[in-house]
């Protein structure tokens, strides 16, 4: 004879609020790396800055990015062209924040 305890009947009342704080600490996370690339961007129309945004895929994937053609070249440089990153120093620089954002939302030190 014997008992089985189990994660999800423990933990099912929790999981709906764990959930949609994880999803709101990475979005705000999105947030971030956003506002960071737009102000480390390399600006000539703005177009470039203008078009950085943040898309949530599912709750537990954000992406930052752009649709202008040229954002790989202005990131990534070319033969021609000297690489100006913007996203990748952004996401870099945000990292800590985000996993601060993460800790928070479980409940634990976000103090560093």
Known sequence: MGVTVERNHFLEQYSEKV???I???IKKG???VEASAKQKCPVDTGNLRA???TNMVNEKVGEV???VEYAS???LGTKHQSAQPF???ALEEQKGNIVKEIEKA???NSNG
Do not use: M, W
């Open 73 to 75: 070249y202005v990131e």
């Open 106 to 108: 479980l409940g634990g």
């Open 65 to 67: 990015g752009t649709n």
């Open 19 to 21: 959930d949609e704080a």
């Open 87 to 89: 996203l990748f120093p």
């Open 30 to 32: 999105c947030l971030a």
């Open 23 to 25: 999803s709101e600490a």
């Open 51 to 53: 078009s950085i945004a």
